[in-house]
């Protein structure tokens, strides 16, 4: 568990892509020992760069090893593909699947992780988000000051929502425009309110759906082809949550799996669970970015 690793700067329209340029270019690019080139290259100041290294991680995109010249990065299997077809992240789907590995990362997100898997409070403020945030740590055994929880608590919804109007003139210059807005998963309601707004079954891609299920299962697959509903809607780590799916529009998405028979779906007399029929991961999101207009 960690708390304001991203030393206080939230994710930025264009970092993930400066992120995957750099470490393409030089893989010793966030290495400690490089760190004055890497303000050189990328054109942001050093505590950026260290910001840089860590959303890299966390988002995904980017993973960390040692050599003899120290600290090296490279691509993902998922951030290569981001590279190579959606570099910028126009297409919604690969912001959908950039928030799922931030959503999911208990170790280096802690915050995101507990906002959309533990976390029951569907409308709040920076107080009560603190206050339940900060027994959740100590019940975990991590004890953190709420000033810290407080500007962990304001990264985390400036990675969703702005509380001002925004100037557009302000946004292209400065790019400050939340990063996983157009997912609409946060709301500011004014007066210091938050609420958590439910996705609907069409602003999801059915691709990158089922390609989170397949990846949130993979033990569980091995093992048996079938899943249970209540377990995607309710389990932490799981589309249902991090997705902030009701049980209507889960059950939505899984009959349009099923119209495309990558499952079969068991809704009756009590039976509620798919039976998965495709597994391949790498298959289904290369449909994804092959099919266009999703």
Request: charged fraction near 25%; hydrophobic fraction near 35%; proline fraction near 3%.
């Amino acid at each position: 568990m960690v708390i304001n690793k991203h030393l206080t700067f939230y994710i930025r329209n264009g970092w993930p892509t400066k992120i995957m340029d750099a470490v393409t270019a030089e893989s010793h690019i966030f290495s400690p020992n490089d760190e004055l080139n890497a303000v050189d290259t990328i054109g942001v100041g050093r505590v950026m760069v260290r910001a840089m290294r860590y959303w890299g991680s966390a988002l995904g995109i980017i993973e960390e090893s040692k050599d003899a010249a120290g600290i090296t990065h490279t691509l993902t299997p998922l951030g290569r593909q981001f590279y190579e077809r959606d570099p910028y992240f126009q297409r919604k789907g690969s912001l959908w699947l950039l928030h799922r590995n931030l959503a999911r990362n208990k170790d280096s997100a802690t915050a995101w992780y507990w906002a959309f898997n533990e976390f029951s409070g569907k409308e709040f403020t920076k107080e009560e988000f603190v206050e339940v945030f900060q027994a959740y740590l100590m019940h975990e055994q991590f004890v953190c000051k709420k000033p810290a929880l407080g500007k962990e608590f304001d990264c985390f919804k400036n990675t969703y929502v702005s509380e001002n109007r925004f100037d557009l003139k302000k946004i292209v210059e400065e790019d400050t425009i939340p990063f996983f807005a157009p997912l609409g998963l946060l709301a500011y309601k004014g007066n210091g309110s938050f609420q958590k707004v439910p996705t609907k079954a069409k602003d999801i891609s059915k691709d990158v759906f089922y390609y989170a299920i397949l990846k949130d299962n993979q033990e569980l697959l091995g093992e048996n082809q079938q899943i249970g509903i209540e377990h995607l809607l309710e389990e932490p780590g799981q589309v249902g949550r991090y997705f902030n799916l009701s049980y209507v529009e889960l059950l939505e998405l899984l009959q349009q799996l099923e119209n495309r028979k990558y499952i079969r779906l068991f809704h009756n007399f009590g039976s509620r669970y798919i039976e998965v029929y495709h597994t391949d991961c790498d298959r289904i999101l290369n449909r994804y970015y092959t099919r266009a207009g999703e």
